[in-house]
């Protein structure tokens, strides 16, 4: 079982930064994948990126590609998060997710584990 906690969002005006933290529970925190979904209101979770359990590899929706960067430190239990120019449209609830595997995939129905959420507004 893993508990993922989100924290670091907030209000922001656009072009400004954010970054989001989750720490984990797992005692094998270094053998799952995690990642960062996204959701704003009246539309589906979606992808944002995510990073393998050794961090070698990672991978990013095209929206948010050359603007974010996850990063995981496993000795602390931690996957961050860090946004930068941000624009209006990247106003959501972001989740953290988790799954036990090397690398997961980019459909939320790929991991099992979730946190409850950090709302991101954007201000224009």
């Known amino acids: 079982q893993v508990q993922l906690v989100e924290s670091g969002g907030g209000l922001v005006q656009a072009g400004g930064s954010l970054r989001l933290s989750c720490a984990a529970s797992?005692?094998?925190?270094?053998?799952?994948?995690m990642a960062w979904f996204r959701q704003a209101p009246g539309e589906e979770r979606e992808f944002v990126a995510r990073i393998s359990w050794s961090g070698a590899t990672t991978d990013y929706a095209d929206s948010v590609k050359g603007r974010f960067t996850i990063a995981r430190d496993n000795a602390k239990n931690m996957v961050y998060l860090q946004m930068n120019s941000l624009k209006p449209e990247d106003t959501a609830v972001y989740y953290c997710?988790?799954?036990?595997?090397?690398?997961?995939?980019?459909?939320?129905?790929?991991?099992?584990?979730w946190g409850q959420g950090t709302q991101v507004t954007v201000s224009s």
């Open positions: 997710a988790a799954t036990n595997t090397y690398y997961g995939g980019t459909y939320y129905y790929e991991y099992d584990y």
């Open positions: 797992a005692r094998t925190f270094s053998t799952y994948a």
